[in-house]
T-cell receptor
Framework: EPEVTQTPSHQVTQMGQEVILRCVPISNHLYFYWYRQILGQKVEFLVSFYNNEISEKSEIFDDQFSVERPDGSNFTLKIRSTKLEDSAMYFCASSPRDGGFTEAFFGQGTRLTVV | QKEVEQDPGPLSVPEGAIVSLNCTYS??????FMWYRQYSRKGPELLMY????GNKEDGRFTAQVDKSSKYISLFIRDSQPSDSATYLC????????FGTGTRLQVFP
């Protein structure tokens, strides 16, 4: 069964460093997302991406964040200068959206720890 | 008012019990309602979704939407210890809007 894969599974970084989280969405899906979940809190929307551009972003997704689809398979989230409060699970998701709504399939997540 | 509200639990039930998990939502325009299951430190896994009002059944799971009261429910029949997880309701629009999740524990 097709699945969304994310690497790395765990990333530890020093405050102020740049990190890149990587995702390979399901191959025939057209819409891609990043969500995050701070420990003990709910899953929060960060950004959606379609047709090689951002279609929507939340207020969390500030100038420190960027997304890219550098080739036909990968989808990345970059955090330019990490803060302690960026520590969270980051989930990539993809959706075919052929039903006109977001039936999203999630990866297993990258646990980001900022020290 | 939050868009989706969900009792965080935890909910602890014996094996074989019927479990009822519930959410309320604020916007009557929402049409698609999702249920995800999340095991500890894993990604949300789509269980099922419903469109508008009514019921949808898949094995031991039944999803129900009552649009008049803006209430969505997930019922699990004959619950198993392997059902122990956090259950997330979500509204599906151009993105997913999640509730906080209800932690369920099914003990043998």
């Amino acid at each position: 069964e097709p699945e969304v894969t994310q690497t790395p599974s765990h990333q530890v970084t020093q405050m102020g460093q740049e990190v890149i989280l990587r995702c390979v969405p399901i191959s025939n899906h057209l819409y891609f997302y990043w969500y995050r979940q701070i420990l003990g809190q709910k899953v929060e929307f960060l950004v959606s991406f379609y047709n090689n551009e951002i279609s929507e972003k939340s207020e969390i997704f500030d100038d420190q964040f960027s997304v890219e689809r550098p080739d036909g398979s990968n989808f990345t989230l970059k955090i330019r200068s990490t803060k302690l409060e960026d520590s969270a699970m980051y989930f990539c998701a993809s959706s075919p959206r052929d039903g006109g709504f977001t039936e999203a399939f999630f990866g297993q997540g990258t646990r980001l720890t900022v020290v | 008012q939050k868009e989706v509200e969900q009792d965080p639990g935890p909910l602890s039930v014996p094996e074989g019990a019927i479990v009822s998990l519930n959410c309320t939502y604020s916007n009557s325009a929402f049409q698609y309602f999702m249920w995800y299951r999340q095991y500890s430190r894993k990604g949300p896994e789509l269980l099922m979704y419903t469109y508008s009002s009514g019921n949808k059944e898949d094995g031991r799971f039944t999803a129900q939407v009552d649009k008049s009261s803006k209430y969505i429910s997930l019922f699990i029949r004959d619950s198993q210890p392997s059902d122990s997880a956090t259950y997330l309701c979500a509204i599906a629009t151009d993105k997913l809007i999640f509730g906080t999740g209800t932690r369920l524990q099914v003990f043998p």
